[in-house]
């Protein structure tokens, strides 16, 4: 059974670095093709992809953001970490981890076939 | 970066009827493009992929077609737990979603 989950602070201010980890079981971050993906998701909104890294350490990142990401894993506890600098009021939202389709090639995309139930994280002063 | 454009963004139905939603790419998207159904504070849940495949576990009445820049997913007779809002999202050269159909 694949179960993902979020978890990290559920408040941040403006201009802090939110840090946010996901855990997993019931697949291996160790072998090709695996892959992890962030994705958020603003009330009442639409989602919006934000970045994978895969079992080789190799990242991805949306390009509008990547300048703020950083996702880094812990193969050794099953852990995915999403860093993101420089938080603002418009990065209010879920935020999920979920894991990428395991498929060879096109790195850089994907489809997210589990999904952690999200955390919710609010950019407020 | 490729847009795209959901239709409608409701579309009001009564259970057992049939529900088209329609996907539209801003650029040839080939046939990589996924739909996912998401409940109120739910996760969203992979339906189809790659325009026409069903998901493990998905129920048959869950159809995709297209290709290029126009898609549709047809929900024939629609069940009580159909009600939900669905985006599409696609893979040719990054990645991003739709806005999304509430079907009510």
């Known amino acids: 059974q694949i179960t993902l989950k979020e978890s990290g602070p559920s408040r941040v201010k403006p201009t802090q670095t939110l840090t946010l980890t996901c855990t997993f079981s019931?697949?291996?971050?160790?072998?090709?093709?695996?892959?992890v993906g962030w994705i958020r998701q603003p009330p009442g909104e639409a989602l919006e992809w934000l970045g994978f890294i895969y079992w080789d350490d190799d990242k991805r990142y949306s390009p509008s953001l990547r300048s703020r990401l950083t996702i880094t894993k812990d193969t050794s506890k099953n852990q995915v970490v999403l860093t993101m600098t420089n938080m603002d009021p418009v990065d209010t939202g879920t935020y999920y981890c979920?894991?990428?389709?395991?498929?060879?090639?096109?790195w850089g995309s994907g489809y997210f076939d589990f999904w952690g139930q999200g955390t919710l994280v609010t950019v407020s002063s | 970066e490729i847009v795209l454009t959901q239709s409608p963004a409701t579309l009001s139905l009564s259970p057992g009827e049939t529900a088209a939603l329609s996907c539209r790419a801003s650029?040839?998207?080939?046939?990589?493009l996924a739909w996912y159904q998401q409940k109120p504070g739910l996760s969203p849940r992979l339906l189809i992929y790659?325009?026409?495949h069903r998901a493990t576990g998905v129920p048959a009445r869950f159809s995709g077609s297209g290709s290029g820049t126009d898609f549709t997913l047809t929900i024939t007779s629609l069940e009580p737990e159909d009600f939900a809002v669905y985006y599409c999202q696609h893979r040719a050269n990054g990645l991003t979603f739709g806005g999304g159909t509430k079907v009510e």
């Open positions: 790659d325009a026409s």
């Open positions: 650029q040839s998207v080939n046939t990589y």
């Open positions: 019931g697949f291996a971050l160790t072998a090709r093709p695996v892959g």
């Open positions: 979920a894991r990428r389709l395991p498929y060879d090639g096109d």
